[in-house]
């Protein structure tokens, strides 16, 4: 029995998709970030937050409270939404105990990320309270980033990175790239949160 153009036509054309779908499949259980253990230094500077407060950083990372810590900014609309509704997902996981974390997302676009930008952005993403956005002088978030190693000169060539602290540990874990919601989680659970 021959087949019709249209048959061959149609099956010819689905094996490439056919292909591309079990790739796809294979390769789900690939992480597309890097886990290191590293140690750092806590900057000691002074930093605004949303609501306008002046706070010390190193008190902050130095509190009996586990950290997670990244960078971000207000007009970002590549890596930062998909690093907040990481918070996000991990604050509506947590409930009633998302509090007993404290988020900390660095601003590292000081100059355009005011109190009143910040506070918008945590509005936009329905941040609830233990999610502080933080910004300060140039000088200052430049230190704070050097201080972890995430250091870029453009805030248009940042990358994802999260760090985690947990309280009295000797080092962070740092988590470099773009995880799933749940791989957050995992990640946040992992390291004793």
Known sequence: MQLSLKRKL???LGVPVLLFCLTSVAHAD???YKRTL???TNPDVTLVNQDGK???FKSI???DKPVVLDFIFGTCTTI???LSAGYVN???KLGTDSTKIHLISISIDPENDTPKVMKEYLKRYRGKPGWDFLTGSRKDIDTIMRAYNAYIPNKMSHYALTLIHKPNADGWIRIYGIMSSSEFVDET???GL
């Open 10 to 12: 149609r099956f010819f």
């Open 30 to 32: 690939t992480k597309t």
């Open 38 to 40: 590293e140690k750092f």
């Open 54 to 56: 002046r706070i010390s």
């Open 61 to 63: 990372i130095e509190s």
């Open 80 to 82: 930062c939404p998909v």
């Open 90 to 92: 991990l604050q509506q």
């Open 189 to 191: 659970k992992k390291a």
